[in-house]
């Protein structure tokens, strides 16, 4: 197969006789081609050349099973059609991929901005009220695990204090937030 086959039945003909050699022409003829037409898509280099690649595994497995129609168009338009529905799939993927990303990283921006402002909170609460908030909501003390550790009265003034000092945490990041 010396020349170049543009044809899809002079494909059909060439793959029956030697496949690999079929493809393989094919794919060396059309690869700048549709790399240079896949650019429109706005795909990495890498993804554009496995979408090709993929593309002329799926004419390879079509001839194989034969399902090519004798058709009026060329090798070309035939490659280029089962691609260009590989690049929209491809395409679509990247820009989801592309919007969870930016999600991802707008999320872990706040994420950050309110984990910053509860610690510069958590710094304008008195002592008391931040070991008391820290070792609930932290470190999952128990009301009665911090009534030991604090050597408090009963479980009762742990729970009013807990209750207050939240309350107090509330108006901090509150007021904190209208003056931003």
Same mark, same amino acid.
């Given at each position: 197969m010396s020349k #170049? #086959?543009? =044809?899809?039945?002079?494909?059909? $003909?060439? @793959?029956?006789? &030697?496949a690999d050699h079929a493809i393989d022409a094919v794919y060396k003829?059309?690869?700048k081609a549709f790399i240079n @037409?896949?650019?429109s898509y706005n795909l990495p280099d890498d993804e554009v050349i496995d979408v @090709?690649?993929?593309t002329v595994i799926?004419?390879? /497995? &079509?001839?194989? &099973? =034969?399902r090519v129609e004798k $058709? /009026?168009?060329? #090798?070309?338009?035939?490659? @280029?059609?089962?691609?260009?529905?590989?690049l929209i799939n491809a395409s679509k993927k990247q820009q989801r991929k592309t919007e969870q990303n930016g999600m991802e990283t707008i999320? &872990?921006?706040e994420s950050s901005t309110m984990h910053l402002n509860l610690q510069q909170s958590l710094r304008k609460l008195g002592d008391s009220c931040r070991e008391?908030?820290?070792?609930?909501?932290?470190r999952q003390y128990s009301i009665d695990a911090i009534m030991h550790t604090l050597s408090l009265k009963n479980e009762n003034t742990v729970k009013a204090a807990k209750s207050r000092c939240l309350k107090k945490l509330k108006e901090i990041i509150k007021n904190t937030s209208n003056v931003g």
């Open positions: #170049v #086959v543009t =044809d899809i039945e002079e494909l059909r $003909r060439a @793959f029956r006789s &030697n003829e059309y690869r @037409f896949a650019k @090709f690649q993929e799926a004419l390879y /497995q &079509n001839l194989q &099973n =034969d $058709r /009026q168009s060329s #090798v070309k338009t035939y490659l @280029f059609a089962i691609g260009k529905y590989k999320e &872990n921006k008391i908030l820290t070792l609930y909501y932290y």
